[in-house]
């Protein structure tokens, strides 16, 4: 019962956080490609309740930030005006999920505007791209984790079930893939393709590869059940009885491996948002201006970002939460697995 | 002869056994040549008087490639090669003038073309083998002769023609041209006179291009430079050691260089110059980012830093105009029917933010160009050419009347389409290594997307950049930057001439591909064989009006020349010319009480 209670708190957890993230139009104060050129690498803007003569406000506001006399990048604030932050209100026009044309957001400023995470190089909100980044990011997780349990799950189940030089055969290319430095092979790959790559195209050329690199391990795992589960005594109780190989695969076999799929699904959701984040930060991934988690942190390359403006680390902050989610999910559907299992073998692990 | 050459053995044996002594005695030792002959004509340099000794650390990115003057390509090399040796008439990198060097004086005939330069006498090399007309001749000798393929030889054909050269006396050598060649005697800077007694054997076995690899043992390398070889560390540094025999001196009368020893650490790569440069390993560092010059000057602990102001890179984009004939692919026929609009590039210029490039590039520390002349060239630049600020209404106007229009997306956004309804789609290079250009290149994808056109960046690494630009010629356009290395406007005639190898937009034609090219090829030619600096001026000044009118490169910025040295190092002034802050090495010196500090 207190594993169930943990599944379900994280499953909570993570829809919550997925739902800010599909709907980032409305969370989001603005476009992330809008480059406000005026204000480049803008420290966050604090809320403030009391303003510079010491009167406390009713609602929260933040201060213009302008340039410190004689600087290039050392912003301060302009406390001439509060500008207090507003909810729901009319923005820039956007799509919610993609279709719905929408024009509002949370919140906001009037005749100013707010940076609650600062900007980048090119003045764009942080906050807006890490929301929007989010979603290339999550999606290309989601995705690439399906296409490769699509083909683990085929792989696994064939090489389990029939056996012989099918297995053979099918394992042996499974440990070839396992023992592949991707790294250099996506290096190679991207080599081959057209030199400009629309940003879409690239995005599922990214999801088809991850997926397809990272079918191996799963497909052991799937083997592993389906070998065991094929001797059962109901699955050759119904064998006897005349049932095809078809229907014992869908009827019988194949159910038995979800708990393993789940709990691999859930591992390998974060670790194909992580590869998403390192192809896009060494520039293989979704190109500019389309933001991504990797994009937003590849200007950590640079020296100078690295040590001056802090506010681009927070990326990598709120990324934590995720993967927190995702790997709390894993554990409790493992936790499940186990309570459910009968001949009490461990099936799937978090490796 | 046999007497001479008798003579110079001798000569050569002595110094040889002085220098053995020398190396005895350490080089703790006063580093000057014990005989001091009355016949030695120094360069007496003004400025402030240094102090002798120490050491100065520099760093470069990436090992140079050689220290042989007529193989070197890359800039390391060249930075090395610059304080190894030395050429006949230099550029002054302050004042952008020539001045005397190893020649003291020089005369042009009235026809303007016989060159009579005079060289100074009882000069040595840094193997202490006297200098003459002989080690002249042999120099050029070398730099003209076609299977030696010296990189210099180009800057030595006027009007089709050889440069002849003639010894008249052991000072004394004639350069004798077949047609005027405006450049005058700056032709001589960067022409590094080699040591004829080192090079000769090599020369006539043909091996002439493979020696000078920086493992070079220091007996077997001379030049005329500050500066000799002294130990290479494969991978980490190399370090320089006095040239005793340097023919300069400060106005006090003592000998330069002031320092003992010279070091060139190798690092990766720009950030690491930095680190190296702030946790004081390094004692002066150049070619800084902006961004870098305001994360040290933030941070500023026993070093000062300097803007020196605008130097002479330019900074453009430029569209692919070859024309490859049946191989063309069709879309890039379409594409090329664009860029070959001059309105299409016309309304492209009009729409770049440069203010917002500087600004967010280079943080402030630039300007913003219009033309080939960048800012910190003193002489060159046409003020007449008109600087329109950014204007899309223009641009939209004139993509108007190249009869582009525009259809309207769901979400509000508009899409260029050319006259035949196909959307204005294409692609931009920029060098992967280079931060600053790929910056730019977003800002003008952003700038371009308010036209409607769709543009991709495709950041490359620059070698197989350059491949497609010049070779393969697969690209739609590319951002790029060049750095003059003088302001004389024939220093890039290779980009401008349409005959050029670097004729970026189209290099490599056989005849001009249009009018405009035609003119500017005139222009060029024309002004190189022009007399006056007004006769030259007016024509360059023409050639830029032409440039700017038909945008075959949409100039972008220029930054400025960003450099900083520690407090202990005096006579540190950078200049806005390669190289920017050895230029003046030999008077560089170490402050007194603190030449601890840079161990």
Redesign the interface.
């Known amino acids: 019962m207190i594993v169930r209670r943990a599944f379900t708190r994280w499953l909570v957890a993570l829809a919550v956080l997925h739902g800010i993230v599909v709907c980032a139009g409305f969370f989001a104060p603005y476009d992330p ?1 809008e ?1 406000d ?1 005026k204000n ?1 690498y803008l420290p966050p803007m604090r809320l403030h309740l009391a303003d510079a003569h010491g009167h406390l406000h009713a609602r929260a506001f933040v201060y213009s930030l302008k340039l410190r006399e004689g600087s ?2 050392q912003y301060e604030e302009d406390t001439t005006e509060p500008h207090p932050v507003k909810f729901f209100l009319r923005g820039a ?1 956007y ?1 919610l999920l993609g279709f719905l044309p929408c024009q509002m957001r949370l919140f906001g400023v009037e005749n100013a505007r707010i940076y609650l995470l600062g900007t980048d ?3 764009r909100d942080q906050l807006s791209r890490l929301l929007f980044g989010g979603q290339v990011s999550l999606l290309a997780g989601l995705l690439g984790a399906g296409i490769t349990l699509l083909i683990g799950l085929s792989v696994g189940s064939v090489a389990g079930y029939f056996g012989g030089w099918r297995d053979s055969l099918l394992m042996r290319v499974a440990e070839l893939f396992l023992a592949l430095p991707w790294l250099y092979l996506l290096f190679a790959l991207r080599a081959f393709l057209p ?4 940003p879409l195209k690239a995005f599922f050329l990214i999801i088809a590869v991850i997926g397809a690199v990272g079918w191996a391990r799963p497909a052991r795992l799937v083997r592993g059940v389906v070998l065991s589960a094929k001797e059962r005594d109901f699955v050759r109780a119904a064998r006897g009885f005349g049932a095809t190989n078809r229907y014992l695969l869908r009827r019988h076999i194949l159910p038995q491996t979800s708990s393993v799929l789940l709990t691999q699904a859930a591992i390998l959701i974060p670790q194909y948002v992580l590869a998403e984040m390192t192809l896009s930060f060494l ?1 293989l991934g979704v ?3 389309v933001p991504s988690w990797g994009n937003l942190l590849s200007s950590l390359q ?4 690295l ?2 403006y802090w506010w681009m680390y927070l990326p990598t902050v709120v990324m934590v939460p995720f993967f927190l989610g995702y790997l709390g999910l894993a554990s409790s559907l493992q936790e499940r697995g186990e309570t459910y299992k009968i001949e009490g073998r461990s099936v799937g692990s978090l490796t | 002869m046999r007497t001479a050459r008798a003579n110079f053995h001798c000569r050569s044996i002595l110094s040889g056994l002085l220098l053995f002594l020398l190396a005895l005695l350490g080089h703790r030792a006063p580093a000057f040549p014990p005989q001091k002959s009355t016949k030695e004509e120094l360069l007496v340099l003004p400025g402030e008087a240094g102090r002798s000794g120490g050491r100065l650390v520099v760093s470069l990115r990436g090992e140079p490639k050689t220290l042989n003057p007529l193989i070197a390509a890359d800039a390391r090399s060249r930075e090395v090669i610059g304080v190894m040796q030395a050429d006949l008439v230099h550029i002054n990198r302050a004042t952008q003038l020539t001045e005397p060097a190893l020649a003291k004086s020089w005369k042009i005939s009235p026809d303007g073309l016989t060159y009579t330069l005079v060289l100074r006498q009882g000069l040595k090399f840094s193997d202490g083998q006297p200098l003459n007309a002989d080690d002249v001749l042999f120099t050029f000798r070398v730099y003209l002769d076609e299977n030696v393929h010296a990189s210099q030889r180009d800057l030595l054909i006027v009007g089709g023609k050889p440069i002849a050269v003639r010894k008249v006396d052991a000072h004394t050598v004639v350069f004798q041209l077949v047609k005027t060649y405006g450049v005058g005697e700056r032709l001589f800077d960067g022409l590094a006179i080699l040591p004829r007694h080192l090079l000769e054997k090599p020369y006539q076995e043909g091996k002439l291009g493979q020696i000078g690899s920086l493992a070079t043992a220091a007996d077997q390398w001379a030049g005329l430079g500050p500066f000799r070889v002294k130990e290479y560390v494969a991978g980490q540094r190399l370090v320089l050691e006095r040239n005793p025999y340097y023919w300069k001196s400060d106005a006090k009368g003592n000998r330069l260089p002031y320092l003992d020893e010279l070091v060139f650490l190798f690092v990766p790569n720009a ?1 690491a110059q ?2 190296k440069f702030q946790s004081g390993e390094t004692d002066v560092i150049s070619q800084l ?4 010059f ?2 040290l000057s ?1 941070q500023q602990r026993g070093y000062t830093m300097v803007d020196a102001g605008p130097g002479l890179e330019y900074n453009f984009l430029f569209f692919n105009l070859n024309d490859a004939g049946d191989k063309t692919s069709p879309e890039m026929q379409w594409k090329q029917r664009w860029f070959r609009e001059v309105k299409f590039r016309q309304a492209v210029s009009a729409a770049v ?1 440069r203010e ?1 490039i500087v ?2 590039v280079y ?3 630039g300007s913003a160009i219009w033309g080939l002349v960048a800012p910190g060239n003193r002489r060159w630049g046409n003020e007449r050419l008109a600087h329109p600020a950014r204007s899309l209404e223009r641009a939209r106007t004139l993509l108007k009347e190249a009869g582009f229009s525009w259809s309207n997306g769901p ?2 956004e508009s899409t260029l389409l050319d006259s035949s309804g196909k959307p204005v789609e294409f ?1 931009i ?1 920029t060098s ?1 290594s280079n ?1 600053d250009r790929a ?1 730019m290149a ?2 003008i ?2 700038d371009l997307k308010q036209l409607g056109m769709r543009v ?5 690494e620059f070698r197989s950049l350059l491949d497609r630009v010049t070779q393969s010629k ?3 356009a590319c951002v790029m930057g060049i750095a003059s290395f003088d302001a004389d406007p024939n220093t890039d005639i290779n980009v401008w001439l349409s005959s050029g190898g670097t004729h970026l937009w189209n290099p490599s034609q056989a005849h001009p591909a249009t009018p405009w090219e035609a003119e500017i090829d005139r222009l060029f030619e024309e002004q190189m064989s022009a007399r006056t600096f007004e006769q030259r001026k007016k024509l360059f000044d023409r050639a830029q009006e032409v440039l700017a009118e038909n945008q075959p490169m949409i100039f972008l910025a220029s930054p400025n020349i960003l450099a900083g040295a520690k407090n202990s190092i005096g006579n540190f002034q950078p200049a806005v010319l390669e190289p920017y802050v050895l230029w003046n090495v030999e008077q560089l010196y170490l402050k007194m009480g603190t030449e601890n500090a840079t161990r």
Do not use: I, T
């Open positions: 490609v480059q050129r480049p290039f990048d026009r799509r190089a090119y003045g030199l400009a790559v629309g520039g190109p500019e201006p640079q020296y100078s970002v040590v001056s | 950030d930095v680190l980012g902006a961004e870098n305001s994360v933030r933010d917002a600004r967010l943080q402030g520390r979400n509000g692609s290079l992967s931060a910056k977003a800002l994808q952003d991709q960046v495709v950041p490359l697969e690209y739609d």
